[in-house]
């Protein structure tokens, strides 16, 4: 069965400070999204990443790939109260399906 | 614009009722999904379907059923056989066959017991 871990599943941080979420995954997969969710509200694609290495950044947000780890990252930077939100990875699951798992989420409090 | 619509955006059902939760896109993509959100929990997968007329049953489909008959359109069902419905509901979307696209998705529908 495929399973997508996320951590932490909660993270309080001060605004400047940096940290990594961590999204692990237990199958062969060389594509991995990472998506936004403001409290009661939709999903918002962040990153995609397509390939072992790749690395996409945007504002404080940078996300990275290694597929022989199964692990995908998503650091922040210099942390901003905007970026609170719950922050999701997803695998796409290559079974000639068009099918996506996504991770538990990781709800991100950054405190001014 | 290009989007997903969901409605109604809040819905209630009475014990032994069956509800349908509406979903139309108009970015002529091919693969749309339906997905369930607990409160304080990630997306599960209800039902997904790659083209019209064909769909697949996700992790948890019992109690949900599904049709596509038109492209831009994929609505979902909550029988009375599912006896949990509270939650959140989303329905998304990507162009298929093209595989290194997210999934864009609705603002979705949150479903209460009366």
């Known amino acids: 069965e495929l399973k997508v871990e996320q951590n932490p599943l909660f993270l309080s941080m001060q605004e400047g400070k940096n940290y990594t979420i961590y999204c692990n995954y237990s199958t062969t997969s060389d594509r991995l999204y990472w998506y936004r969710q403001d409290p009661g509200k939709s999903l918002e694609s962040l990153f995609v990443l397509l390939s072992n290495g790749a690395v996409k950044q945007e504002g404080r947000l940078m996300a990275s790939l290694d597929t022989k780890a199964r692990l995908s990252t998503l650091h922040i930077t210099a942390a901003v109260h905007d970026l609170s939100a719950t922050y999701f990875c997803?695998?796409?699951?290559?079974?000639?399906?068009?099918?996506?798992?996504f991770g538990t989420g990781t709800r991100l409090k950054v405190l001014a | 614009d290009g989007g997903i619509t969901q409605s109604p955006k809040y819905l209630f059902r009475k014990e032994g009722q069956n509800v349908t939760l509406s979903c139309e896109q108009n970015?002529?993509?091919?693969?749309m999904y339906w997905y369930r959100q607990d409160p304080g929990q990630g997306l599960r997968l209800i039902y997904y379907?790659?083209?019209?007329?064909?769909?697949q049953k996700g992790d948890i489909a019992e109690g949900y059923s599904v049709s596509r008959e038109k492209k831009e359109s994929f609505p979902l069902t909550v029988t009375s056989a599912q006896k949990n419905p509270t939650a959140f509901y989303l329905c998304a979307s990507n162009p298929g066959r093209i595989r290194n696209q997210p999934q864009h998705f609705g603002d979705g529908t949150r479903l209460s017991i009366l």
């Open positions: 379907s790659q083209i019209v007329n064909d769909f």
């Open positions: 997803a695998v796409d699951v290559t079974s000639g399906t068009y099918k996506y798992i």
């Open positions: 970015l002529n993509h091919d693969a």
